[in-house]
């Protein structure tokens, strides 16, 4: 064998031995590059649960309602001059008040007579006018007065009648608007805010600022109307005249004439309390602030025999 043929003989079987290992080599697969993550912080936050049936609609912000003002006149004798929200009869808040669950409370409006003059008239909460389904019967809770400026504590519940805080039954958004009476204090104005925050206003009818004398209505469940509560903010500042003892001064305070708005139902219920020169009245009290009552079915039976004695 030529030395040529021996070199073509090696360069086809070194060739041939190539082509076999390669046919039966195993696959091999790239890795896949993979970028190392960017640590992201975490925030661990706990779980809350809105409980079944709750509504917690989002209160308006700004409103077209605009709103006066009017001199109101200082009666109460707190020397130095209690702030209105820790006045137990200008905030209802600070009271509260309890369910009254016996089961012989009639859930309806009753009668204990009429009044001479017509009282406010919850039916004109709403418009149109409308007795709403009584969703709640509560007591209010009484009060153990502190000297001022300090406003005391909550004591037992109040006893004189069954009822001293009603619920009415409402949709979330509904409008509500002051109680129309037969009282004016003038102008065209039928009450004075004695207090107002996020949830609730104090209405009084009269120029007095104070529940002591007249009619006052407490109106809870409330978003109160933005424009009505930065005017009462305004005028509630504790550098305001309000804050000055001088009894029998006057100095301004919001003023409103029936029917006008002054806020919308936060949720499924608003809470009524009428106090009148003092006292919590009941305000199932179907002759006096149902007179306005249109398409209400009820009889108003007499009111439980019964309710000074517990």
């Not at 209690?82 to 409370?105: E, F, M, Q, S």
């Not at 424009?227 to 100095?251: C, D, E, G, H, W």
Request: hydrophobic share 35%; charged share 15%; aromatic share 10%.
């Amino acid at each position: 064998m030529t030395i040529y043929r021996l070199t073509l003989y090696l360069t086809f079987l070194l060739l041939g031995v190539y082509l076999v290992g390669f046919a039966f080599s195993p696959t091999v697969t790239a890795e896949p590059v993979v970028a190392t993550p960017t640590p992201v912080a975490r925030v661990h936050l706990p779980l809350i649960l809105k409980p079944v049936g709750s509504v917690s609609p989002a209160c308006p912000t700004s409103s077209t309602n605009s709103y006066a003002q009017g001199p109101a006149t200082q009666t109460d004798g707190d020397n130095p001059v209690r702030p209105a929200n820790a006045h137990a009869d200008k905030n209802l808040a600070l009271r509260g008040y309890v369910a009254n669950t016996d089961p012989t409370l009639r859930r309806e409006l009753v009668d204990y007579g009429g009044a001479p003059v017509q009282p406010p008239q919850f039916a004109t909460l709403f418009s149109p006018n409308s007795v709403p389904p009584l969703s709640s019967f509560s007591r209010v809770y009484d009060w153990k007065w502190s000297p001022s400026p300090e406003p005391g504590s909550r004591d037992a519940p109040l006893t004189e009648y069954r009822v001293t805080a009603l619920g009415l039954q409402v949709s979330p958004g509904d409008v509500v608007h002051v109680p129309t009476s037969a009282y004016d204090i003038g102008q065209g104005f039928e009450v004075i805010v004695l207090h107002a925050d996020e949830r609730r206003v104090a209405l009084h009818y009269g120029r007095e600022d104070s529940a002591a004398g007249g009619y006052t209505v407490h109106i809870e469940g409330l978003c109160t109307d933005p424009n009505l509560l930065a005017l009462y903010n305004q005028l509630n500042a504790t550098n305001s005249p309000r804050y000055v003892y001088s009894p029998f001064s006057q100095y301004p305070l919001p003023v409103l004439p029936a029917g006008k708005p002054i806020g919308v139902a936060r949720g499924k219920e608003v809470v009524v309390a009428i106090v009148d020169s003092g006292r919590f009245m009941d305000p199932r009290s179907c002759h006096e602030w149902w007179q306005i009552r249109p398409g209400y079915t009820g009889t108003c039976p007499p009111h439980e025999l019964s309710a000074l004695s517990e």
